[in-house]
């Protein structure tokens, strides 16, 4: 790999290309002593992974709850546990499957509890949620 050949690209030319929340994600889903490799499908998948975060806030944003607990819990454990923020993700997106679930089935309730631990930990790293807190 060598830019001359123009297969790299310098983080102020990805971020030219690409919402700076995708890179974040990106981030987010490594873990920080691992080598983090950036490439196009890395990154098209955190662009995905943002349009469904972004589709589930515009979803849920006007419900309200007290957060669910359990998320809370798990999603502290992976962060105390070296902070692991692959796996703090992974409880955010399984977090957001379950609360889309909830919505669909008419279980607002269930839904907002879901919501409130990834508005109060995760999203507010990758997404501009000061409506929401």
Do not use: W
């Amino acid at each position: 790999m060598s830019k001359s050949l123009g297969n790299v690209t310098n983080l102020p030319d990805l971020l030219d290309r690409y919402d700076a929340r995708a890179y974040r994600m990106l981030l987010l889903q490594t873990h920080y002593r691992s080598p983090v490799k950036v490439g196009q499908d890395n990154i098209d998948a955190s662009v995905n992974a943002l349009a469904g975060i972004d589709s589930f806030v515009a979803r849920t944003n006007s419900l309200s709850a007290l957060p669910d607990e359990v998320t809370l819990t798990a999603f502290r454990a992976a962060m105390d546990d070296d902070l692991n923020t692959p796996v703090a993700v992974g409880v955010m997106f399984d977090a957001i499957r379950r609360a889309n679930i909830a919505v669909d089935s008419g279980d607002t309730k269930t839904a907002g509890a879901l919501l409130r631990p990834c508005v109060k930990c995760v999203l507010p790293l990758v997404c501009n949620l000061t409506r929401l807190m």
